[in-house]
């Protein structure tokens, strides 16, 4: 079983920039995936970036250069940076896992291949 626990959201102004994490308990095998995900109000949950566990990142083009992953095995902490807020950026940000093999790595943008979920955590970008 897997746990998951997200930090770091809160109010920031336009053009800042925030560190999520989520810390992940329980049994992590080398085939385990942990991604971020995002929901705004009224809109589908969407992809935001996930990282593999030997390294490999999956990113949608809709936040490349702004959007990072990286994670500290140590801590078993997954981190989002967010650089150059946006209000548009404004959503819950979920951490998911999946220990499922896909060999698309398209796969990964899909929630429903997750099966671990955190609770979230709020950013709101606003002036």
């Known amino acids: 079983q897997v746990r998951l626990v997200e930090s770091g959201g809160g109010l920031v102004q336009p053009g800042g920039s925030l560190r999520l994490s989520c810390v992940v308990s329980g049994t992590i095998f080398s085939r385990d995936v942990v991604g971020w995900f995002r929901q705004a109000p009224g809109k589908e949950r969407e992809f935001v970036h996930a990282l593999h566990w030997n390294g490999t990142t999956y990113t949608p083009d809709s936040v490349k250069g702004r959007f990072s992953i990286s994670r500290d095995n140590a801590k078993k902490t997954v981190y989002l940076q967010i650089n150059s807020l946006k209000p548009e950026d404004t959503a819950v940000y979920y951490c998911?896992?999946?220990?499922?093999?896909?060999?698309?790595?398209?796969?990964?943008?899909?929630?429903?291949?997750?099966?671990?979920w955190g609770r979230g955590t709020q950013v709101t970008v606003s002036s």
């Open positions: 998911a896992a999946t220990s499922r093999v896909y060999y698309s790595s398209t796969s990964y943008y899909r929630k429903t291949n997750y099966n671990y």
